[in-house]
């Protein structure tokens, strides 16, 4: 079992940063790969990118690659989603999500998720 917990979001001006940390118990935690999603308000729930167990390999979807960067510490049981450059079309809930498999986009294959956190841009 792992349970996984959000937080870091907030509101920010276009253009600015912030940091998603996910923040996961349970010993097997090393074991998952984590993904990241967005689900913003009518749309359907987005994958965003993914870090491999260890740390050693990243995914990312077109549309943030070169902004977003995912990062984990297994010693401290947390993986990070550094967000820049952002744009009102980032605003949406953010979740992180555990999965066994690498790398997977669908939602289908991660088994754990966390409730999300908010992430509002302003134009």
């Known amino acids: 079992q792992v349970q996984l917990v959000e937080s870091g979001g907030g509101l920010v001006q276009a253009g600015g940063s912030l940091r998603l940390s996910c923040a996961a118990s349970g010993r097997t935690f090393s074991s998952y790969a984590v993904g990241w999603f967005r689900q913003a308000p009518g749309k359907e729930r987005e994958f965003l990118g993914a870090?491999?167990?260890?740390?050693?390999?990243?995914y990312y979807i077109d549309s943030v690659k070169g902004r977003f960067t995912i990062s984990r510490d297994n010693a401290e049981n947390t993986v990070s989603l550094q967000m820049n450059s952002l744009k009102p079309d980032d605003t949406a809930v953010y979740y992180c999500?555990?999965?066994?498999?690498?790398?997977?986009?669908?939602?289908?294959?991660?088994?754990?998720w966390g409730q999300g956190t908010q992430v509002t841009v302003s134009s």
């Open positions: 999500a555990a999965s066994q498999g690498w790398p997977y986009e669908a939602a289908a294959y991660y088994d754990y």
């Open positions: 870090i491999s167990w260890r740390g050693e390999s990243t």
